[in-house]
């Protein structure tokens, strides 16, 4: 492998590490309705699990409300029964026409439970970044070995990686407060 490509696959892990936390941030839930919370509620359909949003039309009618409305009204009970069986804390309402969740208020204490969520997220996607960059870095070390590297060459790409490292931790760390600051307005 060579030089360029040790790099830009590097650089394309980190990203990859960010778009994940970003993507979890998604389903955690902040006294807003938003159709991501319900990404892991999964449904028996016809024998397999699918996710709810591939089953339902999932929208928001008012900020602190879903509707759910089944493609086909037989899976409204399964739907229902997922929901409730899901660590949501929601209790579905069905309407006749659909499932409606309504989301409460959240507590001061529920809000520093997902602000300790989110932080551990964020550590998770830091730990992430970092073996990527040991991944780097024992890539050139291997091509030193090789003789295909000088000592200062791999010395000079290890610094490149560090600054993307350094980068791409920030990027997380910035995501983070930006998700925590979410989490806690009320």
Known sequence: MSVEQILKDTEQKMNGAID????????????????????????????????VNQVANVSTPEPRQLLIQPYEKSMTPAIERAILKSDLGISPVNDGTGIRLNFPQMTEERRKDMVKQCSARVEQARIAIRNVRREAMDGFKAMEKKKELTEDDVKGHETKVQKLTDTFVAKAEDQGKKKEAELMQV
């Open 20 to 51: 994940a936390m970003v993507h979890d941030f998604n389903s955690y839930r902040t006294g807003r309705a938003t159709p991501a919370v319900l990404e892991r509620v999964t449904v028996d359909y016809y024998g397999t699990e699918t996710p």
